[in-house]
T-cell receptor, first 114, second 113 residues
Framework: DGGITQSPKYLFRKEGQNVTLSCEQN?????MYWYRQDPGQGLRLIYY???????QKGDIAEGYSVSREKKESFPLTVTSAQKNPTAFYLC?????????????FGPGTRLLVL | GENVEQHPSTLSVQEGDSAVIKCTYS??????FPWYKQELGKRPQLIID?????GEKKDQRIAVTLNKTAKHFSLHITETQPEDSAVYFC????????????FGSGTRLLVRP
């Protein structure tokens, strides 16, 4: 998982502002994922992408958008439509071994609303 | 869709004792079950995983058991140490084209010195 980077480590958002979280991987993984983690809670899937130029909504996609123009990059935009964005955001990528995919996580971005 | 339930939500053990965390899943077609450890403010890290064609897997002090009939799997940590204190998440992989992971809600393990 050392090949997955996220930036920034902390991000502050003002009301009505869109912000973009970066996720990069140099592991040559095909699939990438975005999760949201609220304090004391589990991981909820926001969006995922199995291949370049293709992505699917997860369980809580409303108020978020993504792009996958390059295999290495999967940025997440938190739009002003997301009314409660304060959370810890984790990006993951995965390699397929046999029938399962092992997911490895980046270090996370903590988003706070001013 | 798949649902993963994890118990207990918190677990406190004395150093040297064993700890067991249990998860149940709903989709009988799920075939991959990883366990992650997350220390405070850090990323989840894979500690062990098991496929549906295996009943048990061990890695030093950590073991995972899988009961496909009952649709549950468990994490066993023996000879616990203070550095085992963390939040542990189980997950199950949907056996469809997405290979998404569905996570349990987590267990906060505290190992008392």
């Amino acid at each position: 998982d050392g090949g997955i980077t996220q930036s920034p480590k902390y991000l502050f958002r003002k009301e009505g502002q869109n912000v973009t979280l970066s996720c990069e991987q140099n592991l040559n993984h095909d699939a990438m994922y975005w999760y949201r983690q609220d304090p004391g809670q589990g991981l909820r899937l926001i969006y995922y992408s199995q291949i370049v130029n293709d992505f699917q909504k997860g369980d809580i996609a409303e108020g978020y958008s993504v792009s996958r123009e390059k295999k290495e990059s999967f940025p997440l935009t938190v739009t002003s439509a997301q009314k409660n964005p304060t959370a810890f955001y984790l990006c993951a990528s995965s390699i397929r071994r046999g029938e399962q995919e092992t997911q490895y996580f980046g270090p996370g971005t903590r988003l706070l609303v001013l | 869709g798949e649902n993963v339930e994890q118990h207990p939500s918190t677990l406190s053990v004395q150093e040297g004792d064993s700890a067991v965390i249990k998860c149940t899943y709903s989709d009988s077609a799920s075939n991959y079950f990883p366990w992650y450890k997350q220390e405070l403010g850090k990323r989840p890290q894979l500690i062990i995983d098991i496929r549906s064609n295996v009943g048990e897997k061990k890695d030093q002090r950590i073991a995972v058991t899988l009961n496909k009939t009952a649709k549950h799997f468990s994490l066993h940590i023996t000879e616990t140490q203070p550095e085992d204190s963390a939040v542990y998440f189980c997950a199950a992989s949907l056996r469809d084209s997405s290979y998404k992971l569905i996570f349990g809600s987590g267990t906060r393990l505290l190992v008392r010195p």
